[in-house]
């Protein structure tokens, strides 16, 4: 069956530039998540989705990073006037929404902002 | 937010037994604690998890102390396969978000 999906899985963009990433989550997966990881560094939250809803979005670090998931299944991350700092991986992951559960993570979109 | 320490990285020769240790002494009593993986240029991958009681699968055991302030991870024979950055993360209290720390980088040696 199929896993995560992300795309593109490189992006590279000009400082200034606006760009959208994908996620297509495991069917049936309610709980969807956003993390981006620098080099060196672990998974950072950016969001988390329940359904349709951001239940928590704290992670996001300004108001040019926002997601959305309008039915419930694909998501995507958008990024307005992009700096060379939003430079990473961006990482997708899903769940059934239950703590006790798995994540089951993307492979990863890695963008560069030149 | 339950806090985590893990060693930077660790060593183990192939086909040999390992023990990843995790301090997370502000643990609530609800958490879960989790173990994730990460392979070079991959997503993290999902290990084990438990509550209270030890856990076996067929990756690894999950051994949580009787206070559950830390949790060792073992590896029963560790694998070139098995050279990845694993990470110990409670979940979060009241989310269900996962909290990453920096990991324990294991190296395995042929």
């Known amino acids: 069956g199929a896993g995560v999906s992300q795309t593109p899985s490189n992006k590279v963009t000009e400082k200034g530039k606006y760009v959208e990433l994908r996620c297509d989550p495991i069917s049936g997966h309610t709980a969807l998540y956003w993390y981006r990881q620098s080099l060196g560094q672990g998974p950072e939250f950016l969001i988390y989705?329940?359904?349709?809803?951001?239940?928590?979005d704290s992670g996001l670090p300004n108001d040019r990073f926002f997601a959305v998931r309008p039915e419930g299944s694909v998501s995507t991350l958008k990024i307005q006037r992009t700096e060379r700092g939003d430079s990473a991986v961006y990482l997708c992951?899903?769940?059934?929404?239950?703590?006790?559960?798995?994540?089951?993570f993307g492979q990863g979109t890695r963008l560069t902002v030149v | 937010d339950a806090k985590t320490t893990q060693p930077n990285s660790m060593e183990s020769n192939e086909e040999e037994p390992v023990h990843l240790p995790c301090n997370h002494s502000t643990i609530s009593g609800t958490d879960y604690i989790h173990w994730y993986r990460q392979l070079p240029s991959q997503g993290p991958e999902y290990v084990i998890h438990g509550l209270t009681s030890n856990v076996n699968n067929r990756m690894a055991s999950l051994a949580i102390a009787e206070d559950r302030k830390s949790s060792t991870l073992i590896l029963h024979r560790a694998t070139l396969r098995d050279a990845a950055v694993y990470y110990c993360i409670p979940s979060h209290s009241g989310t269900y978000k996962y909290i990453f720390g920096t990991g324990t980088r294991l190296k395995v040696l042929a």
């Open positions: 992951a899903s769940s059934l929404g239950d703590r006790g559960t798995e994540a089951f």
């Open positions: 989705f329940q359904g349709t809803g951001a239940a928590d």
